[in-house]
Structures are given as structure tokens and as C-alpha cells.
């Protein structure tokens, strides 16, 4: 299964962030959409990075009440790891795995056309094996 089967079935929409936005507004759109990571864009509109739950929470660890008002730009890791329409599930689970990362947007060239976490591709691993065990069944009863 590929990457681009996952948004076929789960959708493309993806919820990002200026870079130059508050963790404030960051944890009040991680809230409002009921998701773990945004994509953060530069002020082209271009993706940069991942802002994810955990990154809020490290810097509130970090620098207390006053993280709110920093910006999302001060928070994200500077490893940006994302995935292709192209690339296999397997390829993606390897990747979030070694990078240990659960969200990788996805770009089908410069543009941002979706997310997949860990969960979706979880999902699409366990779908393609019951596939796979159920062909497998029909094939030996018959």
C-alpha cells in the first residue's frame, strides 16, 4: 500500500501554522482541531516543519507560563522529515521509526498535499495484511 491510498481514504486536509505565530495559537488550533501536530509555514505558505503536542509541552517545561507567548519558529525541532504519494507504508513506517517522529507531511513535489501519522499508517499495514491472510484464505479453500 502507498501513501497516497492513506489520503485517498482519510483525506488531504491538513491544518498548519505560521512560523510566526504564538504557542498560544498553536496549542489553541492543536485544541480546536482535535489533532496532535500542525504543519508549520513559512510566510510563503511553504512547509518547514512539525509543530507537535510534545513540542508544546517541552517548552512549557522549559520556559514556563512565558513559552506561550514565544513563536511556533522557537519551538519546532529543525529536523523536517516528510513523506511522498509514491512511497510504500512500510517505507514510511521505517522512516518515523529511525527519525521518531509520529506525523509526516506529505508533498507531492514542493506542495503540501496531506499528513499521515503513525496511527494511519498502522492502520494501512494491519488493512494489507487481512487482505493478504483472507487471499491467502480463499486461495487454499479453493
Known sequence: MRVETILSVKGRSVVTIDDSCTLREAAQALDA???GALVVVDPTGRPISVLTERDVVRELAMHGRASLNRTVANATTPAFVTAGLDESVEDV????????????PVLDGLELVGIVSIGDAVKARIQDVEAQTAAMREYILS
Do not use: E, F, G, Q
Not at 522512516?95 to 509520529?102: E, K, S, Y
Open 33 to 35: 482541531n482535535a489533532i
Open 93 to 104: 513506517m521505517v522512516r518515523m521509526t529511525d527519525r521518531r517522529v509520529r506525523h509526516l
